[in-house]
């Protein structure tokens, strides 16, 4: 193993430039003092999929929807940047990068290797994609960025390490965004799209760049990020796109020619940058030179550019024009001497115009998302069972791995992807993607258990109660693996035949004791779903009692028995005008015979009963034919009327399971034939679960449908409710209102719409009602005592937003998309609610993989930690390196003064904490795991506000004097003991 560490060593050391490369700040262009300087930035926003697939856009195949191929333009713009050493472009997406690199010859390589030491290719981002900030959990950024940053690293030093992040084209942004990117030690962030009239009200002031605060728990500035709107979004200013997808005039310098334009152009491109400069605070500006998939033909946008250059600084406007960069651009700002305004919220929602509310892609293909977010946790899984197979033998070589997962699971983050935002084709796409990962990391899950070939059994429809080995088979073992660094106990539902003359008999095979079983007949719902598929009538169901980061194991045995067993099996009880009432030890649930609908909660421990009214909805949205009004759409959500319609035609019928010393009790809702609800309480679980099935969404009345989910309490909630930022820190939402400018609301509903991508709550002085959901989805509280979460979508309307074709998924048998998904309800003191749904969120996000086997495995019982991790922190990455280092990230998943007793810091020991391996060295790293944290220097902002003093940080300083990242940390820590303050993530390479 020691060759291997001294090549990790080696290549992390390229992490530090060597001081005669004029990469980076050293390469900029700066400008003249006394004039306006005008950064001309060449580049390329290439979509990794939207409208094509990634491999179409790449090639440029199917090209009868749209011309575009990615291949051609790094082709075309390498040789320019080779013939003028002035010139300069940017490129952002990995993930087209990487393949193009892999055709070139070496001599094409080290021509491109020189651009970048040079600082005249320059990587900007430098994530496998540019990913959606509504859709997407922080885990899954983290990865995403972690995937392109180290390759850029790997593949050419320190010299490709983003300074910027570029996030132009996503719809809205998120502020857990901004502080990762921070964290990640960039030094500024620009993005294309904001609200239109907070747009308008910062150019009137001038505030279009400032001071972005990531984080409430972090100490400032470790979480502070520069932050600038483009003024034309990406695009170039009007009369100036010199691509072939363009109709503007090119320069035209023959005087000679009737057609000569080179006075006009000066003149159109001086009184746009006039108006641009307006805007901004300093006398610099930039100025994106390209779009979606442009420089196919680099050498008609460079000769332009070059006239362009040449006529306006000749024409003595007292402006200078000059190919320039993002990061060059950020650091003439940072020498301005300027004092910049701080701001606190995030950029959500976005609208583009009245009445044009980018809301609905919140919940656009509900299935995608569920399938990204559990991929995850997939991915998860095969990264630590992979790492502890590299440890427990050097010689051991891996069949499979993860990186087919990783880099689908790198282009599924894409602002396109799980945001529910292409066509119906790519988006099958990035499903198939997903599905050839999560096989090749099923090879990786069995080789760790079974140690050969031998296949485990993943059965991918559960949530159905569909797994052809389980309910054919007389006795099979259940293998379940713990992602989690701490224990938990979770109910297992498993598909299979029962009657009246067998019994099931399931044992846990560590401790040899038989466990407590119930058997639940399958609902009607699920055989709805199931469309006849498999012939499993009943689930059984059981505990499961799992180790820290490892995984146990139990056999289930059918056996015939001699006499009459039906009472064994759980029966359904049909319920008319009666009410309902199921019980556990923690949570009592009344539903209403009259309404059919949940009627109130009570916390039993907490003394807290609250009338709580749930109900399904929908939104009715344009009809296909009517393109007078702007309609709902892949982006767009706008309801016709601000009142939705029941899913129910009169009242849900119910149905109950029930009873004592029972697993589980069960209220069954069925609203109508496309819309179901089963509510449980499990015994000895502190949460409620709902789980909901909609589909298919009928249309023959010719309206499209949004449907929601609503909860009605008398809390007194005055406006306010809660929702996540990726499922991280929580922000503070007011109905119809934002925090830096007057809003005109135009929509009642989309406008108050915000993403949920792990839970939403409300509360009054005392109580608190938080729903949580195992998929982003679109939520706000339209009215005191409220909350709603839209689960489903179905149009028939396009929005005219790009995609071109309704949102109208029909699913696999042609009649429309059915999904099933599921909210955890937490009802509690405010005090105490932020611990259970913290933990409850990890639970959900990381929940334990189940696979089967034939026969028990030679280790039926295994953790690979020697203690649990304290309830607050987390192990968020475990995973291998390309160039066969180990990464290691911890988090506190506690926000600041969130909890008296876990919002506290806390700290723990890497060097003993895995059973395989002994940790001898951590050396930390920047959160993407592209260089060391000593290494790494910020510049430094002075602000309107004045900042906490953080030691090591002298925030008064000059300009010249950049802020440490660090904050004090030295490279290597001997005794790898690592304290987490509230929010704080920190990575590690470990040897």
Not at 664 to 675: A, L, P, R, T
Not at 938 to 949: G, N
């Amino acid at each position: 193993m020691l060759g291997l560490f001294i090549v990790i060593l080696a290549s992390c050391c390229s992490c530090t430039a060597s001081a005669d490369v004029s990469c980076g700040y050293h390469s900029c262009n700066l400008g003249e003092a006394e004039k306006l300087n005008i950064h001309l930035v060449p580049h390329t926003h290439d979509d990794v999929g939207w409208l094509k697939t990634v491999d179409q856009y790449y090639y440029g195949s199917n090209s009868s929807i749209v011309i575009a191929g990615v291949q051609y333009i790094l082709d075309s713009v390498i040789p320019q940047l080779l013939s003028d050493p002035s010139k300069r472009f940017i490129y952002v997406e990995i993930a087209f990068f990487s393949r193009w690199w892999e055709e070139q010859n070496d001599a094409m390589k080290e021509n491109v290797k020189q651009l970048v030491q040079e600082g005249r290719l320059e990587f900007i981002l430098g994530g496998w994609c540019m990913n959606d900030e509504a859709s997407t959990h922080y885990n899954a950024i983290i990865d995403q960025m972690t995937h392109g940053l180290r390759y850029l690293n790997d593949t050419f030093g320190a010299c490709a390490r983003p300074r910027v992040a570029w996030q132009i084209d996503p719809f809205g942004h998120s502020r857990e965004q901004a502080s990762l990117f921070a964290q990640m030690g960039f030094d500024g962030l620009f993005f294309g799209r904001l609200d239109y009239e907070d747009k308008e009200n910062r150019e009137k002031i001038r505030n279009m760049e400032e001071i972005w605060r990531g984080s409430q728990s972090l100490n400032s500035p470790h979480a502070d990020l520069f932050t600038g709107v483009d003024e034309n979004g990406y695009n170039p200013p009007d009369g100036f796109c010199f691509d072939a997808f363009c109709r503007d005039q090119p320069i035209m310098d023959n005087q000679a020619l009737e057609d000569y334009n080179v006075d006009e152009k000066v003149e159109k491109f001086v009184a746009a940058a006039l108006k641009q400069a307006n805007h901004f605070q300093t006398n610099h500006i930039m100025m994106t030179m390209g779009s979606d998939f442009e420089y196919s033909n680099a050498n008609v946008w460079y000769k332009n550019l070059d006239k362009l250059i040449k006529y306006v600084n000749a024409a003595d406007k007292n402006m200078t024009l000059f190919y320039s960069t993002p990061s060059c651009y950020l650091y003439a700002l940072n020498h301005a001497n300027v004092m910049w305004n701080v701001k606190s919220d995030d950029f959500f929602p976005y609208a583009d115009a009245p009445h044009q509310y980018w809301t609905g892609y919140f919940t656009s293909r509900p299935g995608l998302k569920g399938y990204v977010r559990e991929s995850n946790k997939y991915l998860q899984v095969c990264n630590q069972l992979e790492t502890f197979m590299h440890f427990k033998s050097a010689s051991h070589t891996l069949t499979s791995s993860t990186k087919v997962l990783r880099d689908a699971m790198g282009v599924a983050q894409h602002h396109d992807a799980v945001s529910g935002t292409s066509k119906q084709h790519v988006a099958n796409d990035y499903a198939k993607r997903l599905f050839e990962g999560r096989e090749e990391c099923n090879k990786v899950i069995s080789t760790s258990f079974t140690g050969s070939n031998e296949q485990l059994i993943f059965c991918d429809y559960l949530n159905i109660t569909l797994c052809e080995f389980t309910q054919s088979s007389n006795q099979f073992v259940v293998l379940v693996y713990n992602p989690l660094a701490r224990d938990v106990s979770n109910y297992l539902r498993i598909p299979v035949n029962c009657d009246d003359h067998h019994v099931f008999v399931v044992e846990d095979l560590v401790t040899s004791t038989r466990l407590t079983v119930q058997l639940v007949p399958v609902s009607e719902a699920t055989l709805s779903v199931r469309r006849n598929r498999g012939n499993a009538n009943c689930e059984l169901i059981f505990l499961a009692k799992l180790p820290a980061l490892g995984h146990n194991t139990f056999q289930v045995a059918k056996h015939k028995s001699s006499k009459s067993i039906s009472l064994l099996k759980t029966k359904v009880k049909k319920v008319n005008n009666e009410d309902v009432t199921i019980t556990n030890e923690f949570y009592k649930v009344k539903f209403d015979g009259n309404t059919g609908l949940m009627a109130s909660i009570e916390n039993i421990a907490s003394g807290i009963t609250v009338p709580v009214k749930q109900d399904m909805l929908w939104y009715n949205a344009s009809m296909g034919n009517d393109v007078s009004k702007q309609q709902s759409g892949a982006y767009i959500f706008r309801p016709n009327v601000s009142t939705p319609f029941q899913c129910s035609n009169g009242k849900p019928q119910l149905s109950v399971i029930k009873g004592s010393n029972l697993l589980v009790q069960e209220v069954y809702q069925k609203f109508s034939d496309w819309v179901w609800q089963v509510i449980r309480l499990y015994a000895g679980k502190k949460q409620i679960e709902v789980e909901w099935t909609v589909g298919p969404i009928p249309v023959h009345d010719k309206w499209g449908k949004e449907v929601i989910s609503r909860y009605e309490t008398n809390l007194e909630t005055n406006g306010y409710f809660y929702t996540d930022s990726n499922g991280r820190e929580i922000l503070e939402r007011r109905k119809d209102y934002r925090p830096t400018w007057h809003l005109n609301q135009s929509e009642s509903v989309a406008g108050n719409y915000y993403p949920v991508n792990s839970r939403i709550y409300i509360h009054d002085n005392q109580v608190q009602l938080t729903v949580l959901n195992d998929r982003s989805q679109g939520g706000s509280s339209l009215s005191t005592g409220q909350l709603e979460l839209m689960v489903h979508r179905r149009l028939l309307g396009e929005d005219s937003k790009g995609v071109g074709e309704a949102l109208n998924e029909t699913g696999q048998f042609g009649d429309g998309l059915i999904t099933r998904g599921k909210h955890w309800l937490l009802l509690d003191t405010v005090t105490l609610s932020a611990k259970q749904h913290r933990l409850l969120a990890e639970e959900i996000y990381m929940s334990p993989l189940v696979a089967f086997q034939h026969h028990a495995p030679s280790t039926t019982h295994e953790s690979h930690i020697t203690s649990p991790l304290p309830s607050n922190i987390h192990l968020l990455t475990l995973s291998t390196t390309t160039d066969g280092g180990f990464l290691v990230r911890v988090e506190h998943q506690f926000e600041k003064n969130e909890d008296s007793t876990l919002s506290k810091p806390a700290t723990v020991s890497l060097k003993n904490l895995f059973t395989d391996f002994q940790v001898s060295s951590c050396e930390e790293l920047l959160l993407g795991g592209n260089a060391f944290k000593q290494d790494v220097t910020r510049l430094s902002w002075e602000t309107t506000e004045k900042l906490k003093f953080v030691p090591g940080v002298d925030v008064v300083s000059n300009f010249e004097k950049p802020y440490d990242v660090t904050n004090g940390l030295h490279q290597q820590l001997d005794s790898c003991d690592v304290t987490l303050e509230p929010m704080q993530i920190r990575t590690f390479l470990i040897k």
